[in-house]
Each structure stands twice: as structure tokens, then as C-alpha cells.
């Protein structure tokens, strides 16, 4: 942006309407403050050196004052824009202006005054700036001098006859009136225009601002689902954790009530391997327990890269926990190592849910199957997880991943589960969809383009 533009643009004016006056206003005044006086040095220039006859004294000094005024009244209106006084500033300029023209009719009189480009400019700076009723109000005022310049040249010391100054008065006020008239209603159309284009644009603000704030609202509302679903399955798990640190409990006592023999029959090295074995029972029992909290914790959701393989071993534990004795567990993936990129929890998460609703739906006896492997291009990578469990109607496959929608008995499922999955994949940018072969097992299948290679974005598979 040109500086000066910037400059003329930086005025502080609060009303937008005012606001796309300012720059052009400025200029105007600017040129006032500066022509004017340039102006007025050459014409005295002029006079000075005789290429120009000197006026008569009372018209000089009548023009020299009203020029003062002029350009201080230009350069006031300036700095008030400047300060945050925009109405101010032009009320005062254009009442300055007003005398002004008044004081140079009446000192060169009304027969000599021609075609005044000034009043009309007035008029026009009113209407377009300051509203119709300042535009009113300076009509009357110039009316009001031009009676009392008619006044002056019928009974002054050069009369004229009361039918020319008359005739004269009404020919100069009929055109100052068409020209108000027809800004009147040009500016009532303007500023109706704006007004309606700035309510518009204000009530789109406010949506905007209500539609962030919604999205807002939702983010957090699904991040506190995710979190709830990291509760439930976390209180799930908690019974079968409760037997791991038993057995864990179970052998750190088992060496403790063994101290005093071990330290009279096998000497130090008994009691250094008794105490190697309570460390190595303790950090497992620590493992266990930094694993469950780091699931269950509510974070801000942090993707890093990963081995898919490997989070799928060191899921294991918990899995069983979470099936249970009944339900055998299958775990199959690829000699190649397959590096993913999305957050772990949420990797964790989605894969404990889609367990937690096959454990509900195998009867009896069942396996619960994990196979991840490259896809066909070896770009990309698919997960399918799956089960012996009775299958999945259509009508409920096509409901699965809407929020709250369950068919498990109230008081059992809450119908997150799969809706929070599906956000956690499609966040990742991937996808999941839901078959159900004509033998009645579940699968879940999970194309998905979040997997990456070091470096490689990856397609879908």
C-alpha cells in the first residue's frame, strides 16, 4: 500500500461510513491548506511587481481575510480528523468556509459575483459527508448571507436597483437549491445503501463469530467424548489390571517373607537375587501402571510417528485384560516394520473400543482378530480388525457411527464407541468401513491414507 494512502487511512474514525470519507476529506482539506495560500502569494507576487493592477484596499483586505480563515479553519478541520474528531472537524471547516464566502460577496458585491464554484463544493461536502441535515443547514446559511449581501447593495455607498439585486439573489439561491435537492436525494440513496451494507456485513460477523464459536464448542465436545471413552475402557480394565498387580504383589511378598532364610542359607548372592527379581516384578507392575494412566489421560491430541507392529505388541496386555479368559486374542503383522504418523492414544483407543464391543458381542467362546500389513502398491497400509461374534444388521451398520445410537441394554453402552473411532480416523485423514461377511463375523477395515512411510505421504489403500 502507497504510504500516503496508508497515512490517509489511519485516521482514527469509528463510524464506518465516515471512515471511507476520511481519506478523500483529508485531501480536500490538505489541498485548501496549501493552494490557497500558494494561490494567494502569487496573485500578491503579481500586484507587487505591477503585472497586475492593484485591487481597491477594502476588497484586499476582505480576500486576504477570508483566505486566513480558510486555510486555518482547513488545517484545524485536519487535525481534529487526525485526533479522533472527524464530525468536528468538519462542521468546523465548513462554518468557517460559509463566512467566508459571506465576507467575500459582501466586499466584492453581488453584481460581481459569478458562477461561485465554493458554495456549491459546500453543499456537495455537507450532503455526501455530514448527512442531508448538515446539507439543509448549509443552504440556509448561504441563504442567509446572500439576503444580507442583497441587503448591502440595495443601501450601500454603490446602490443598486432593488429589482437587479433581487433578480441576482434568486438566480444564485435557485441553483444553490437544484443542487441541494438533487444531493439530497442522492445522498439519502447513499447512505441507505451503506447502512444496509454494513448491517449485512455486521450480522455476517456475528455468524462467523458464532460458527467459530460452535466449532469450537463441538472440538471440545469431541475430545471430552474420546476422553470418556478413555474412562470406560480404563474402568474396564481396571479388574483384570487388579489380578496383573496381585500376581505382580504376590511375588514381591513371596521375596520379602523369604529374607531371613535366604540371608542364613544362600548368603549375599541369594539376597542380591531375590532383590534383582522384586526389581524386575516392580518396574512391571510400574509399566503397567504409567501405561494405564498415559491412556486414560485427557491430553492435546500430539501425533508422532510410530511402529504400528510394535504398539500393537505392547497393546497386548491390555487387550487380553480387556476380552477376557473366553475370547482368544490374534495378532498378525508383517515382517517389515510399518511406521505410522497420528497420535498413540488415540491409535490405542480406537483399537480398544472396536475390542471392547466384540468381547459384548461374542457369545461363549470367539476370537478377536488383528491383521495389519502393507497394501497392494506397498505405499499404504490397511488394519482389519475382526470377530466370530453374530454380525451386524444393515440397518445397524448404517446407524453404527452415529453419536449415542447403541443396541446394548441401557445402563451398558453409552454409543460412543464407534462415532469416537470414526472421528479419531477421520481427523488422521483416513477411513473405516464396516463389513459383515455372509458367515456372520464382523470386520472392520481401515484403508487408511494416515499411515505413512519415513517421508513418504501415503495413499489410500
Not at 253 to 276: C, F, K, N, V, W
Request: hydrophobic share 50%; aromatic share 6%; with cysteine.
Amino acid at each position: 500500500m502507497n504510504p500516503f494512502r496508508g497515512w490517509l487511512r489511519s485516521a482514527p474514525v469509528s463510524d464506518p461510513v465516515d471512515r471511507r470519507n476520511a481519506p478523500f476529506l483529508q485531501v480536500l482539506l490538505l489541498f485548501f491548506g496549501v493552494f490557497v495560500p500558494i494561490n494567494k502569494a502569487l496573485f500578491l507576487y503579481a500586484i507587487a511587481t505591477g503585472q497586475f493592477p492593484p485591487p481597491d484596499t477594502v476588497p484586499l483586505v476582505a480576500d486576504l481575510a477570508t483566505d486566513f480563515l480558510l486555510v486555518a479553519s482547513a488545517w484545524t478541520a485536519l487535525w481534529l480528523i487526525r485526533t479522533g474528531h472527524f464530525r468536528r472537524g468538519v462542521a468546523l471547516f465548513l462554518s468557517v468556509a460559509c463566512v467566508c464566502v459571506g465576507l467575500a460577496y459582501a466586499g466584492i458585491g453581488l453584481t460581481r459575483v459569478g458562477l461561485d464554484p465554493i458554495p456549491l463544493v459546500l453543499l456537495s461536502l455537507a450532503g455526501l459527508v455530514m448527512g442531508r441535515q448538515a446539507l439543509w443547514r448549509v443552504l440556509a446559511a448561504l441563504a442567509a448571507m446572500l439576503l444580507v449581501c442583497m441587503a448591502l447593495s440595495i443601501v450601500g455607498a454603490d446602490p443598486i436597483k432593488p429589482a437587479t439585486a433581487i433578480g441576482k439573489t434568486v438566480s444564485i439561491a435557485g441553483v444553490w437549491l437544484i443542487v441541494a435537492l438533487v444531493l439530497d436525494r442522492t445522498v439519502a440513496a447513499l447512505r441507505d445503501s451503506l447502512e444496509e451494507s454494513e448491517q449485512r456485513g455486521r450480522a455476517l460477523e456475528q455468524a462467523y463469530a458464532r460458527l467459530e464459536q460452535e466449532a469450537a464448542e463441538r472440538e471440545r465436545t469431541r475430545e471430552q467424548l474420546i476422553h470418556s471413552q478413555k474412562l470406560d475402557v480404563a474402568g474396564r480394565l481396571a479388574s483384570g489390571l487388579a489380578h496383573d498387580f496381585g500376581n505382580v504383589l504376590t511375588v514381591i511378598l513371596g521375596y520379602a517373607q523369604r529374607r531371613e532364610r535366604l540371608a542364613a542359607t544362600g548368603g549375599e548372592p541369594a539376597l542380591i537375587s531375590a532383590l534383582e527379581g522384586v526389581e524386575l516384578a516392580a518396574r512391571r507392575a510400574l509399566a503397567i501402571s504409567r501405561k494405564l494412566l498415559s491412556f486414560s489421560r485427557l491430553d492435546v491430541v500430539q501425533a508422532e510417528t510410530f511402529e504400528a507392529g510394535a504398539a500393537l505388541q505392547d497393546l497386548q496386555p491390555m487387550l487380553r485384560q480387556l476380552l477376557g479368559p473366553e475370547i482368544r486374542l490374534g495378532l498378525r503383522t508383517p515382517a517389515v516394520p510399518l511406521p505410522i504418523h497420528m497420535d498413540k492414544g488415540n491409535f490405542e483407543l480406537m483399537v480398544l473400543n472396536i475390542a471392547g464391543n466384540a468381547r459384548d458381542a461374542i457369545v461363549d467362546e470367539g476370537t478377536f482378530r488383528i491383521d495389519v500389513a502393507p497394501d497392494d502398491t506397498g505405499r499404504a497400509m490397511v488394519l482389519t480388525l475382526s470377530d466370530d461374534g453374530p454380525g451386524m444388521p444393515a440397518s445397524v451398520r448404517a446407524r453404527a457411527f452415529e453419536h449415542f445410537f447403541t443396541t446394548k441394554p441401557k445402563g451398558v453402552g453409552t454409543g460412543l464407541g464407534l462415532p469416537v473411532v470414526r472421528d479419531i480416523v477421520l481427523e488422521a485423514g483416513g477411513e473405516i468401513r464396516i463389513d459383515c461377511p455372509p458367515e456372520g463375523a464382523l470386520r472392520y477395515t481401515l484403508p487408511c491414507r494416515w499411515f505413512r512411510w519415513p517421508g513418504v505421504d501415503m495413499a489410500i489403500g
